[in-house]
């Protein structure tokens, strides 16, 4: 019974993966036309170019602003970052060359993709870092300036901001980065981030320096716990990077700085940065 519901969702699985390759496919027909566009917002748009120049520009308008910013996108880029790290999972491009390079799986998609060197990601797909963290971001300037406007200033920003996010997904699934239900539960996952912050917000901010800088600690220690853990259980720790290694068409467009571990430690170290600044009340 276990082997047939195994076999069923595998099977399922590959069905959904395959219609979402050709979803793929038809944003790239259709909106070639957008390519500056697309190319934009995964270059100038994703975590490590917000935190680097965005949200430091962000900081001339408000520090109140600024602060909220770190702080949420740097939650979500490392929850984001477990994630792929804990469970990682496959990108459009490399399943679809190994199901036109594997004997065993047949018929053939009958699916064709470009590759871009922005295709050549080193971390595994789900879920989608760059919808997931842009998601953070615009929602969290969103809130900020609802707070002193109007009902009518609330809607339009909020049109814009979905909107926003949604050409995100477009320039994602364009480049053939990632499938389609990994750009929707990077939001997804982002939206609830944003909720969750929102609620416990009082008691997260108030918590004390050791406290915050023991919980960077633990982090730091089930990242290297799920690494050892991974090779007693004979899996590839470093498994995304050799797929990428595998099947881009060129290895000087992979970024050693988008790498799984490097992600992890960018994050943890931007967690560490944040806890040494607790109480975040008194900033």
Not at 92 to 115: D, H, K, Q, T
Not at 178 to 193: K, M, R
Not at 222 to 244: C, G, I, M, Q, T
Request: charged share 15%.
């Amino acid at each position: 019974m276990d082997g047939n519901l195994k076999d069923l969702a595998l099977e399922t699985y590959s069905r959904v993966v395959t219609a979402e390759l050709r979803i793929n496919e038809l944003v790239q027909e259709r909106l070639s036309f957008g390519d500056p566009l697309w190319r934009f917002f995964t270059v100038y748009l994703e975590p490590r170019f917000l935190f680097n120049l965005v949200i430091p520009m962000c900081g001339i308008y408000s520090q109140a602003l600024l602060t909220r910013l770190v702080f949420a996108v740097g939650l979500a880029s490392t929850l984001n970052s477990f994630a792929k790290w804990i469970l990682p999972e496959q990108r459009p491009l490399w399943l679809l060359r190994e199901m036109y390079a594997s004997s065993v799986r047949s018929p053939s998609p009958g699916v064709a993709l470009e590759s871009h060197p922005l295709s050549c990601e080193t971390t595994a797909g789900m879920p989608c870092a760059h919808s997931m963290c842009f998601t953070v971001f615009t929602l969290t300037i969103w809130m900020f300036l609802s707070a002193h406007a109007h009902s009518g200033q609330r809607w339009l920003a909020g049109t814009v901001a979905y909107g926003l996010i949604f050409c995100m997904w477009l320039s994602r699934l364009y480049l053939a980065t990632e499938f389609l239900h990994q750009c929707v539960l990077g939001t997804f996952i982002g939206i609830q981030a944003i909720g969750a912050l929102q609620q416990n917000a009082d008691y997260l901010w108030s918590r004390r320096r050791r406290w915050a800088v023991t919980g960077v600690l633990l982090l730091g220690g089930l990242a290297a716990a799920v690494y050892f853990a991974k090779l007693n259980l004979d899996v590839d720790p470093h498994w995304s990077v050799r797929e990428a290694f595998k099947w881009c068409p060129d290895p000087s467009y992979m970024r050693h700085e988008a790498s799984p571990i490097f992600y992890l430690v960018r994050d943890l170290g931007i967690l560490m940065g944040i806890a040494l600044a607790s109480p975040l009340s008194n900033l």
